[in-house]
């Protein structure tokens, strides 16, 4: 590096982003993740030792601290330590990498750590060129990824790493990191007179939503875009702070982690009749541009699953919400949306519906069994074959009801359906029991035949076929 670029190089850092200017340089200045990079830690350890001899990915939000992990780990090794981006590189700068690793160990003996950011961008071919020099030892990978590395990376990949989970950073380090950048005189504002007002700060530290880059960047705009005071001093009181961050950023991919687990929660706080928990999931959901029309189609679903026969108008309520949301639509569709999640989080459960997959699970182990004679159709072949002959109209009957058979004979005194006691189901198990014991004694039924109980990975299977579960 001449001197000219070098002068750059210090100019560059000078003017780059409070962000970057903050980012800790050593473990001592990392903040947050105990867990992992906590004093005495495996990771830790192998950072100050230099012996980080094994690839490793790194995992969580944006903000959570991944890169500035990777520039502590460059900042602490003899190793060379080179970067790549994996969203504006390709194999060929793979390639690049690979056969300047591969020359330095041969004369120099260096061993090179290679940081991929972003790795989950690479396709499958650009993942699998990395194998082989990962396992010879040509460098050890730094992967960094926001996605979940169990679907997003390879497998062969993932075994030849370990994986260190970053969650989002606590309130309490967020803090932290804004007092470090105030007080720092080389790299923050310490050189400068900034006051900012406690509720400011709690302000900026709340809505950064535990993403430390938000928050030094709100910090930044806060102190850049306000002019010092006849004192000199740039003062930061709330409204300052409110206007530098608006809005908490919430961690939503429609297609990651975030989605499922957020929808799963909402699911979660009905079936478990927590009208609070599901107003808060929802507002989420919704707060971060989810598909109204999504939500409404769970909902659907879950009307029908966790509640059914316990409240039969919980269906009826989320298909008139789902009818009128499409006359509406948002923002003031949210209420018929907030009505049938409220309606379905304070009904009364049961899954009885689910007692289906038994049926159907017997329909697979047993075949399809013949329809009984004097249930067949009587409008084609009843002269001829006799079809339909011995059939009962239950509505010539007391009660309207005809105790015959309407199961095949290998599966008569079966039950597949079991009331629960919840709700209107209270009623129709009384009337089952009544109709159930007048079928027994007039087919000669002495005794019932329950079947079998599904575990929960069955009732899952059998519901992925149905297309309805997941």
């Keep these: 590096m001449d001197l000219f670029e070098h002068g750059l190089q210090q100019r560059l850092r000078s003017e780059a982003p409070l962000a970057a200017r903050m980012r800790p340089r050593t473990v001592a200045e990392f903040v947050g993740h105990a867990e992992i990079i906590g004093e005495g830690r495996l990771l830790r350890r192998a950072i100050e030792a230099d012996r980080l001899f094994s690839s490793i990915l790194l995992w969580g939000p944006p903000g959570s601290g991944k890169t500035t992990l990777a520039n502590v780990i460059a900042n602490s090794t003899r190793a060379h330590f080179a970067t790549l981006s994996a969203v504006l590189s390709g194999l060929p700068a793979l390639r690049e990498e690979i056969a300047a690793a591969q020359e330095r160990r041969a004369l120099h003996g260096t061993r090179t750590l290679l940081f991929v950011d972003e790795v989950h961008r690479w396709n499958k071919a650009q993942q699998d060129a990395l194998l082989p020099h990962v396992e010879n030892g040509t460098f050890v990978l730094i992967g960094a990824t926001t996605e979940n590395p169990y679907f997003e990376v390879i497998g062969a990949l993932l075994s030849r790493s370990r994986i260190f989970q970053l969650h989002a950073l606590q309130d309490a380090d ?17 050189t400068r007179q900034v006051s900012v007002d406690p509720l400011a700060l709690a302000h900026l530290v709340k809505v950064a939503g535990g993403d430390a880059r938000n928050a030094l960047n709100a910090l930044e705009l806060a102190v850049e875009s306000t002019p010092p005071d006849t004192d000199g001093v740039v003062r930061i009181n709330l409204a300052v702070a409110q206007e530098s961050i608006q809005q908490r950023a919430v961690l939503y991919d429609k297609d990651g982690d975030a989605h499922y687990d957020t929808v799963s929660a909402l699911i979660k706080s009905v079936r478990g009749s927590d009208p609070d928990a599901a107003l808060f999931w929802l507002a989420k959901m919704l707060y971060a541009g989810e598909s109204p029309r999504f939500i409404m189609r769970r909902l659907l679903i879950l009307a029908g699953e966790d509640i059914g026969l316990a409240d039969p108008m919980a269906l009826v309520v989320a298909s008139a919400a789902a009818h009128a949301f499409e006359f509406v639509g948002m923002p003031e569709g949210v209420y018929p949306l907030v009505e049938a999640t409220l309606y379905l989080a304070t009904a009364p459960k049961s899954n009885s519906a689910t007692h289906y997959f038994k049926a159907q699970q017997t329909v697979m ?14 409008n084609r072949d009843g002269a001829k074959l006799g079809h339909g002959a011995g059939y009962i109209y239950p509505h010539e009957r007391a009660g309207h009801h005809a105790g015959q058979q309407y199961l095949p004979a290998a599966l008569l005194g079966t039950y597949f359906y079991r009331p629960s006691t919840e709700g209107y189901e209270v009623a129709v198990a009384e009337r089952l029991t009544r109709w159930r014991s007048a079928q027994r004694a007039a087919l000669g039924i002495s005794a019932t035949t329950e079947p079998a109980d599904l575990d929960e990975q069955q009732i899952l299977a059998l519901k992925r076929q149905l297309g309805a579960g997941g």
């Design 365 to 378: 182990t047993q075949g399809a069994q013949e329809v009984p004679l004097h249930l067949r159709d009587t």
């Design 174 to 190: 967020i803090a932290l990191l804004l007092e470090r950048a105030l007080q720092d005189a080389l790299r923050g504002y310490g």
